[in-house]
C-alpha cells in the first residue's frame, strides 16, 4: 500500500496525525491481505506537503506507522523517500508544488526529525520480539459494490476502538468459522451471493453472531432472519435521533427503513418510535440489525472516529460484540487506544497498546 495522508482512502480529511490517518494505512493493508490471501506491507509513506503538517507530525506520523505495521502482521514498511526534490528542476519535479519535500534528510543532507524518528523505532523494534500472527474475534465478509474499501476500513477502525480485531474476507468466498461475522452498509439490488449467505446463515444456527448495518441492500427472507417487517423505505429521507443502551446517536440515513418486530427485541429505536437496533434470535446465535450504514457514516464524516467531536459510533460495535471484545487480555475504555495480541510458541502472549491519537493517553 501507499498510504499518505491521501484523498484516495479519505485520510487527507483531518490532521494526519489524529485517529483515521493514523490507523487508516493498517486498516487499508488489512483489506488488501484479506480479500487477497497474500501478506501485506506499507510500500511507501509520506507526507506529500510541509503545508500539511510540521516536520515534527511527520516524524509523529511514521512512529505509530511503523509499530501499528508490527503489532498487525503487516511484513514491512518503507518511507518515501530518502532525498528532498526541492532542487531538481526536470519532470516531474517542476510540474507541482507536491512531493518536493518528503525526504528523510533536507537539502543538506541532514537528518529531519522523521529520520531520527525511523532510528529510534528501528532501534526499538530490535530490543523487542516478533509479534507473529495478530488474533483476531470477527469476520468482515464485504457486500458486491464499489465502496469496499472505505466500508473495510471504517469496520476494521471501529472495531479497533470497540476492543476487538477483525479478519477482512470478500463475501463471494464460504466463510471460516468465527464467533462474529459482519456485513458492514448493506446497499444495491445484489449485494451478496445467496450460497455464501445460506452457508453463514448455518453458522449462526449452530451458534455465531451476525451483524448487518443497512444502506437499502434487497435481502430475502427478511422477517425470518431479522425478526422484522419491512414497512417501506424513504430515500435521503430527515435526520433522526436513536437512543442507544449508551446513549443518544443522530444520523441522516440514505435509506430510512420503517420496520416492525416480529420477534426481534428492539435495542434501540428514534424519535418516531421506528426501531434501529435489534437482535433476533436464529437457532443458538444471534442476528443483530442497524437501520443505518453507520461504517459509510463515520467514514464520510469528518472527525467520524473522534466522539468527542462527532458521535460516539464505535460504541454500537460494543453493543453487538460484546464476547469479541472480552477475548483481549486487555480492555479499554479509551477509542483512540489499539490493542493487538499474539499467541506464542510457548503458550503466553504478546499485547501490544497503541496510541492512534494525537494526545498523550493515560495508562488506564
Known sequence: THPYPSPTIRGDVEPFTGMRTTMLPTAQSEFYAGISGKPCMIQEQGTFSSSLGSRQMAADFLRINVLSAWANGLTGYLWWCGMEHLKLTQSPYCWSLMERQLGLLDVNRQPKPVALAMKDVSSLLDRLPAFGSKETQAIVLLPHDSEKQNKATSCAMLAKQAGFNVLIRNSEELPEDAPLYIIPSISGWAPLNSNPWNHLLAKVRQGADLYVSFD???MTEFEEVFGLE????????????AQFPFGAI???PSFDMHVTSVGAQVLAANEEGNPVFTRNRYGRGNIYFLGFPVE???????????PEKTQPYYRIYQCF???????SLICTENPYLGVTQSRQADGSYLVAVLNYGDQPAPYD
Request: proline share 3%.
Open 250 to 252: 443522530a444520523y441522516t
Open 216 to 218: 437499502g441492500g434487497s
Open 321 to 327: 460484540a460484546e464476547s469479541a471484545s472480552k477475548a
Open 230 to 241: 419491512s414497512r417501506g423505505m424513504v430515500k435521503n429521507g430527515p435526520s433522526h435521533t
Open 296 to 306: 459509510q457514516v463515520a467514514s464520510m464524516q469528518t472527525y467520524g472516529f473522534c
